[in-house]
């Protein structure tokens, strides 16, 4: 194995265990391939983590362990029967669950879901990738998997000069799973993502302790998770939006799988466009996707943040339950907040913050890599301002 000669900085780095070095971060590089194993060391020759090294890459070294051993299957094996056995006492009775959260576990790059005995894995770097059979070894290995998908179409990989493709063993298309008692409807080969977000699992739970009687729009809907959590726990009608026709043909057959059919209607459209007709909810989710991916685009996604927050706060009735979310690893928890405060202020309602919601259990926040908290949940309640005239708030 090669070796890389940090610098102070690149050491400091390393004794504050972060997991990932930039070219700044050494004092002499390696003649290393994109995703070749590299041993780092300080100038005095001091070992300190093994990492795969990608030239072609800003983040040059990400670090596999901070021992001095072998990457092989067993070092797979190990941490992927360590996982499965916290997953299941994080989730006792549940058969769906993440068992590797990139950096969050330790292990950058990769991500494995589990879905009952079908893994979907995504390999994010070249790093990962050089490791693509070890890792398939392990899974076999470790789990008793009936099938394996290698969802690698992720858009991060051209930054790391690799090709985007989706390979399948022992499975066609989409298959039925249960989580928290309810059907869906996995697509792991042409949805998005994995097949379906596992990361909201406690959101959801959470929100449908909120909509008992009430009209419940669910915006960004997907495949329906939150409009099915709300049926089955009260609501009186869900409002499910996207405007993917593809993930509302996988959200109408989840509803019909679980006999909730007759109370949730989903609608193809703009979330912006449905919230300029639709009638006054009593509680809302509001799930975008990332609009901040590059921290470039900060002030731009964050405007369209507010905006969206803005014209779904004007559709609810008083007293009503929201949740906004965002998904953005750029857009912070106290950013979250400040621009539903300003969204709601705009719309003349008072927002009380009822509870703050995180990304599940099962994608660990790493506190070394900030970057592993992405998932910002926060639940009010919307009062409107005594005496306000309601025309003036819906416009």
Known sequence: MK?????????????????WLGKPDFSI??????????????????????AY???????????????????????????????????????????????????GDLLPGLTVDLFESVAVVQLATAGMERLKSTIYDALKEA??????????????????????????EGIDGPFW??????????????????????????????FSLYVKDKLVFDLFCYSGAFSLYAARSGAQKVLA???????????????????LAGKVTFIQDEVENFLQYAPKAQAVVLDPPALIKKERAYQAGRKLYEVLNNKALARLEDQGIFL??????????????????????????????????????????????????YLKAVFLKILAFEGEDEKQRSS
């Open 324 to 373: 906004s979310c965002s998904c953005s690893q750029f857009l912070k928890l106290h950013d979250l907040l400040s621009l539903v405060e300003r969204a709601a202020l705009k719309s003349a309602l008072y927002p009380q913050l009822l509870e703050i919601g995180l990304q599940a259990k099962d994608h660990p926040i790493y506190l070394s890599m900030p970057e592993t908290w």
């Open 241 to 259: 939006v996207d405007r993917s026709s593809q993930a509302l043909a996988l959200a109408e057959e989840n509803a019909r799988k679980n006999n």
């Open 53 to 103: 090294f990608n030239p072609k890459s800003r983040i040059m070294a990400r670090i596999l362990s901070f021992q001095d051993e072998e990457i092989s299957r067993e070092f797979f094996v190990k941490r992927f029967k360590k996982n499965f056995g916290d997953r299941q006492k994080l989730y006792p009775g549940e058969t769906c669950f993440r068992l590797v959260h990139g950096e």
């Open 177 to 206: 799973a249960k989580i928290d008692g309810l059907y869906f409807l996995i697509d792991p080969i042409s949805g998005q993502k994995t097949g379906f977000f596992l990361d909201q699992r406690e959101n959801r739970r959470r």
């Open 143 to 168: 789990l008793p998997l009936k099938a394996l998908v290698f969802k690698n179409d992720l858009p991060v990989r051209k930054e790391e000069g690799l090709p985007l493709y989706v390979e399948k």
């Open 3 to 19: 070796t890389a000669i940090l610098n102070r900085k690149g050491v400091k780095k390393i004794l504050g265990r972060r997991l």
């Open 29 to 50: 590089l390696p003649e290393a391939t994109s995703g070749e194993l590299v041993r780092l060391t300080s100038k005095e020759g001091h070992f300190l983590a093994i």
